[in-house]
């Protein structure tokens, strides 16, 4: 089955797939914040992590994912000055893949590890995950997380998404169930990894006549970190009407807390 979808909707809940859940069974989330390198007042990569279960079990698949929202540290320019320089439309991603998109439109990579509900037991999928500038969105930063898929499920997905900047900086989206096979239980997302930054990106510009490779200022950390450290939080939502909470912080540098 070869199949292109796109949904309105956005990041990181990126691929919110399930088996049939346990019946009453309750979600839990973990959620994990990390920065690459880690050099107050020097551009970084933001590494972000979600792990889905179902409490009480090892194996026990989670409901779909309906809602996500990331709760990001406002002292933190999650777009920095030289990131994301071009935009990315949606018609060209999903005819093209991150082909169809300029270069200096890409933001990070990440992956997605699924279970796809076919035969006795779900079936483990890894897919792929490219983060792209989008068109803006009203007056806020749209993001567009592109997902691939190989087998058995085929699939190119686009989740457009927005980045609420502010006292309150958040990346939210409202995610669509996602079918697995027709006649089949939606699939379900049971772990997500996402680097958004320059850690692996490579920029091209014009410099005397010839096109040069450079890797473009990431997320700006401040120059002193708050205390406590910096704090993240993910609320999901999924399709059997639960809701999760988790956090994560980032402590402060060695030398800063000594």
């Known amino acids: 089955m070869r199949c292109r979808w796109t949904l309105a909707a956005l990041l990181l809940a990126t691929m919110a797939l399930g088996w049939p859940a346990t019946a009453g069974a309750t979600q839990t989330v973990k959620l994990s914040a990390g920065f690459s390198p880690y050099r107050l007042g020097k551009s970084t990569t933001l590494k972000l992590g979600l792990e889905i279960g179902v409490a009480g079990t090892s194996d026990g698949l989670p409901s779909p994912v309906t809602r996500f929202e990331m709760h990001i540290p406002a002292n933190l320019e999650l777009i920095g000055s030289s990131l994301g ?37 779900p079936v483990t999928e890894l897919a792929s995950i490219e983060a792209e500038m989008g068109p803006p969105v009203g007056e806020e930063i749209g993001v567009l997380l592109y997902a691939e898929a190989g087998s058995p499920v085929a699939a190119q997905l686009i989740f457009p998404g927005v980045l609420f900047g502010g006292a309150s900086q958040s990346l939210s989206t409202s995610v669509p169930l996602i079918p697995s096979l027709p006649g089949a239980p939606d699939i379900s997302m049971v772990s997500m990894k996402l680097s958004l930054g320059p850690e692996g990106l490579t920029y091209f510009k014009t410099v005397h006549g010839r096109t040069v490779g450079y890797h473009p200022e990431g997320v700006a950390l401040p120059g002193r970190c708050p205390r406590g450290g910096f704090r993240f939080a993910a609320d999901l939502a999924f399709a059997d009407g639960t809701t999760a909470s988790a956090s994560s912080t980032v402590p402060c540098p060695a030398s800063v807390r000594h």
């Open 85 to 121: 320089l071009s935009i990315c439309h949606p018609t060209a991603l999903l005819a093209n893949g991150s082909e169809g998109c300029p270069t200096d439109a890409r933001l990070g990579f990440g992956s997605a590890q699924i279970k796809v509900p076919v035969g006795p037991e």
